[in-house]
């Protein structure tokens, strides 16, 4: 009877003990999960798409612990669109940092002056300045694509034939084909919205430049960044499809920047 007595008490304590390390790796496991900086993350797409290109970053910001939202802009109008994503930054329960994507970053430029907003994102994205907008500064630094097309109505959409090759160039060619059937045609007035309190001028600010981009020009991409005080880094290789085909570069980007704003929160 003893002899039990002692066999129960040894796995007992055996038990506790692996108890006790599963509870410490759990423990640990939700300290990784919990982002040290702020936790709110907006992401804002670009023209001729819609948030679902920005998925790959999602899943990659959602495993560590933050919180995404993805903002649906219809591209009708520039004021629509900035009232969207303010609708959005409405709903955060604390600071957040804002990402734009190509015409998004317009958007953000404006939508960015926030109080929910302390700090900017810009992925391939063009950052006007006051009294600008980006389809006059596209002209001070062409582009390589000449494949953009004009309803009769007004909408702008990037040639399906051409969309791979301008577009998308470093996605799989079926997402590419994909993305080029499935394009939000977005009006042209958008384009041509004049910037009137850009955000990057009062708070911080980093940049990703597609070195291989054809619908921006990367020289504009580097002038938003230098002028803006942004923190930039640039991807070899990458297309204006950047914050689709290389979401790891585009996470580590937004968590560097909600780290650094978290110390300044």
């Known amino acids: 009877m003893k002899k039990s007595t002692n066999i129960i008490t040894r796995l007992s304590k055996i038990s506790l003990f692996f108890a006790l390390i599963l509870n410490f790796a759990v423990a640990e496991a939700?300290?990784?999960?919990?982002?040290?900086?702020?936790?709110?993350?907006?992401?804002?797409?670009?023209?001729?798409?819609?948030?679902?290109?920005?998925?790959?970053?999602?899943?990659?910001?959602?495993?560590?612990?933050?919180?995404?939202?993805?903002?649906?802009?219809?591209?009708?109008?520039?004021?629509?669109?900035?009232?969207?994503?303010?609708?959005?930054?409405?709903?955060?329960?604390?600071?957040?940092?804002?990402?734009?994507?190509?015409?998004?970053?317009?958007?953000?430029?404006?939508?960015?002056?926030?109080?929910?907003?302390?700090?900017?994102?810009?992925?391939?994205?063009?950052?006007?300045?006051?009294?600008?907008?980006?389809?006059?500064?596209?002209?001070?630094?062409?582009?390589?694509?000449?494949?953009?097309?004009?309803?009769?109505?007004?909408?702008?959409?990037?040639?399906?034939?051409?969309?791979?090759?301008?577009?998308?160039?470093?996605?799989?060619?079926?997402?590419?084909e994909f993305t080029a059937q499935a394009q939000m045609l977005t009006a042209d007035e958008v384009f041509h919205a004049v910037i009137q309190n850009p955000a990057w001028r009062s708070k911080p600010s980093w940049y990703m430049v597609a070195k291989s981009d054809r619908i921006i020009n990367p020289d504009l991409e580097r002038m938003y960044a230098k002028r803006a005080n942004s923190h930039k880094v640039e991807i070899d290789g990458a297309s204006h499809s950047v914050y689709e085909s290389h979401p790891i570069e585009v996470a580590q980007l937004v968590i560097e920047a909600a780290t650094q704003c978290g110390k300044k929160n």
């Open 30 to 176: 939700q300290q990784q999960q919990q982002p040290s900086g702020i936790k709110n993350i907006v992401l804002v797409h670009g023209a001729f798409v819609d948030g679902s290109g920005w998925k790959p970053v999602y899943d990659i910001l959602v495993k560590k612990g933050y919180h995404v939202s993805i903002v649906q802009q219809p591209l009708t109008t520039f004021i629509n669109d900035v009232d969207a994503v303010k609708r959005i930054l409405a709903l955060q329960d604390g600071p957040c940092i804002l990402v734009g994507h190509s015409y998004g970053g317009a958007i953000i430029t404006e939508a960015g002056n926030d109080a929910h907003v302390a700090g900017l994102v810009y992925i391939a994205a063009h950052a006007p300045g006051q009294g600008e907008n980006e389809a006059a500064n596209g002209k001070l630094y062409p582009p390589a694509y000449k494949s953009l097309q004009k309803t009769a109505d007004g909408f702008d959409y990037i040639d399906p034939a051409r969309f791979y090759a301008d577009f998308a160039a470093d996605l799989p060619k079926s997402v590419a």
